[in-house]
């Protein structure tokens, strides 16, 4: 089978089977492309299998068979139109998992492979070894590596990859079928034909692409959030304001009551605890050494002491109508889901 | 008449009969208040009685009689629940237009005044002496004063207002029915049960009250707006990426897609053409010179060279599906409200 796509990708290798990893490696299965998956730990790859399996069920219980107008509003953005009248979703997903391979062989994975999207920790060691062992065992010489890093830049890596003009960024949104965004970031010895045809293996795997013309730290999007989530915390550590206040003089002032249901509506706080609040502290406290940003520290800080330590993590990928769980906000049913939380 | 409100206010007096003194003022009106307007000229209050009149007909263009469960989604939030059953929108009409009084006398404005909404320009001098003159002709030691100051502190004129302990800021969003916010903010010498009368009187007039507990330039609204603005800019400014690009990371990224139709979706340049571009240009130009960031000057310079200088300044209270204007979009019909957008 090929995808017909745009960019004619078909072998993808998803190197790391972590949160990530995970969901890049399905997205890619899903829209009819051949899967590998590589890690270092056959537990990973069980966890990896199990949770396929697990999300996969999510696609079933979202799907409508009946949404040919692709306006099923249930349905993730990256999954519509995968099943249809000639294809059940059933069979979407049996044909899924039959297209991923799952493996701890690195000359396995590499074989035939056209695309590489590496999913590893984000310590430096970790992926200069991992770009450094590719490249060995990588006989193909138009392989296209792209590092799915949310932290560090192409350019930190590009030397270990052996194929500087085919490297660059390929990131990713946690909850890749709804956030449907792909930031396409080259650095400046990437080859424009590998950019566009990384942008075209975005449109085939379902994704908006977005093509982030210079190397920037934290892309588009956390380019956008964190000063956002970092003006917001301000207001609290500040004692200024309370984080629902926040929330609430956001979605009024920004139309967000027009959504059609409050369980969609996004604010800084409630964004937070979608995030995830450890990471939010991590990230502020971060970037707040890196700028020598005293506020920005104070509002790591702030984050960490008042909920990280008390166990307030947040809703993350949970589902905020049912799971038992403490944030910025408290689960299930947080204040924000009220239809008198705007009044 | 009285409103039967939490504050027990029913003579309000604006000062200054600008853009936002016209808003406040007839929402105060068509709440059941009894409003004087005071301006020094009498052009401005000719300016102003017109405005209301014309705002009164979209009042009755977006009202529905039938709307009894408050749930109609066309009628502005601060006018929900003004018509009834027992009332028609023509007679909230008439009446509220019997219930403003134009002036240009200090001393008529002033008497049995309860609550002052100064609307004056941001021009520190003129606010002190409108302060002086409105303290010399009240005769009531009880009078309110509030300022709705976009840019200054009440901290900065409580010397002018001879009644430190009854005087803070009032603030107002433009579009005042639509974005409902009050943001109640006292100086440090401010009297708590007074600060709890305006938080009052906000609900009395159908705004959310937002109690803003330190003094804080900017609130909470603009706290949050000027550095996402700026974060947006920024990426235009250096060349990462493009406004529509931006635009539609953030609305897929943060469940934008969600509302109920593109016209209400707000993203960053969405949001500077709603602003107005020349407004945000010069709050960027301002803060970046107060705080020494090179990169917010150069954010504010880019959008008055690219789009200012050659006339593109945004939709502000126009109608995007029918004005004519450029901004950082084209309207009518910007390419935002395209069900393709987000594709």
Same mark, same amino acid.
């Given at each position: 089978?090929?995808?017909?796509?745009?960019?004619?990708?078909?072998?993808?290798?998803i190197?790391g089977a972590g949160?990530?990893g995970t !969901?890049?490696?399905?997205?890619?299965?899903?829209?009819?492309?051949?899967?590998?998956?590589?890690?270092?730990?056959?537990?990973?790859?069980?966890?990896?299998?199990?949770?396929?399996?697990?999300?996969?069920?999510?696609?079933?219980?979202?799907?409508?068979?009946?949404?040919?107008?692709?306006?099923?509003?249930? !349905?993730?953005?990256?999954?519509?139109?995968?099943?249809?009248?000639?294809?059940?979703?059933?069979?979407?997903?049996?044909?899924?998992?039959?297209?991923?391979?799952?493996?701890?062989?690195?000359?396995?994975?590499?074989?035939?492979?056209?695309?590489?999207?590496?999913n590893?920790?984000?310590?430096?060691?970790?992926?200069?070894?991992?770009?450094?062992?590719?490249?060995?065992?990588?006989?193909?010489?138009?392989?296209?590596?792209?590092?799915?890093?949310?932290?560090?830049?192409?350019?930190?890596?590009?030397?270990?990859?052996?194929?500087?003009?085919?490297?660059?960024?390929?990131?990713?949104?946690?909850?890749?079928?709804?956030?449907?965004?792909?930031?396409?970031?080259?650095?400046?010895?990437?080859?424009?034909?590998?950019?566009?045809?990384?942008?075209?293996?975005?449109?085939?795997?379902?994704?908006?692409?977005?093509?982030?013309?210079?190397?920037?730290?934290?892309?588009?999007?956390?380019?956008?959030?964190?000063?956002?989530?970092?003006?917001?915390?301000?207001?609290?550590?500040?004692?200024?304001?309370?984080?629902?206040?926040?929330?609430?003089?956001?979605?009024?002032?920004?139309?967000?009551?027009?959504?059609?249901?409050?369980?969609?509506?996004?604010?800084?706080?409630?964004?937070?605890?979608?995030?995830?609040?450890?990471?939010?502290?991590?990230?502020?406290?971060?970037?707040?050494?890196?700028?020598?940003?005293?506020?920005?520290?104070?509002?790591?800080?702030?984050?960490?002491?008042?909920?990280?330590?008390?166990?307030?993590?947040?809703?993350?990928?949970?589902?905020?109508?049912?799971?038992?769980?403490?944030?910025?906000?408290?689960?299930?049913?947080?204040?924000?889901?009220?239809?008198?939380?705007?009044?």
């Amino acid at each position: 089978m090929t995808t017909n796509g745009f960019s004619g990708i078909q072998k993808v290798t998803i190197v790391g089977a972590g949160t990530l990893g995970t !969901q890049v490696a399905l997205q890619t299965a899903i829209t009819g492309h051949d899967v590998t998956v590589l890690d270092v730990s056959d537990d990973a790859l069980t966890k990896c299998r199990t949770n396929h399996e697990a999300i996969l069920k999510t696609y079933l219980a979202r799907d409508n068979a009946n949404d040919t107008d692709n306006d099923n509003d249930n !349905q993730a953005r990256g999954w519509k139109g995968l099943s249809s009248v000639t294809k059940s979703a059933e069979q979407v997903v049996e044909e899924t998992l039959n297209r991923i391979l799952y493996t701890t062989d690195t000359e396995k994975a590499m074989k035939d492979c056209e695309l590489v999207s590496e999913n590893v920790p984000e310590v430096p060691e970790i992926k200069a070894s991992t770009y450094t062992n590719l490249s060995k065992y990588c006989t193909n010489d138009d392989t296209i590596f792209t590092t799915n890093s949310s932290t560090l830049l192409p350019s930190d890596f590009v030397e270990h990859t052996g194929r500087p003009s085919k490297f660059l960024a390929l990131h990713f949104a946690n909850g890749i079928w709804d956030a449907n965004i792909a930031e396409v970031m080259p650095h400046p010895a990437t080859d424009d034909t590998i950019t566009t045809k990384v942008l075209d293996f975005a449109k085939d795997i379902h994704m908006v692409p977005f093509h982030v013309q210079k190397e920037q730290n934290g892309y588009l999007i956390n380019s956008l959030l964190v000063p956002w989530l970092n003006a917001a915390q301000s207001l609290v550590t500040n004692g200024v304001s309370s984080p629902a206040d926040v929330d609430k003089v956001w979605l009024i002032s920004t139309g967000g009551y027009h959504h059609k249901e409050l369980s969609t509506c996004r604010a800084p706080f409630i964004i937070m605890d979608q995030i995830g609040v450890p990471l939010v502290a991590g990230v502020l406290s971060y970037w707040g050494e890196i700028h020598n940003d005293e506020q920005m520290k104070a509002n790591g800080a702030y984050l960490q002491e008042h909920y990280v330590t008390k166990g307030k993590v947040g809703i993350t990928n949970g589902n905020p109508k049912e799971d038992t769980i403490e944030g910025i906000y408290s689960y299930p049913n947080p204040e924000y889901m009220s239809t008198d939380f705007l009044k």
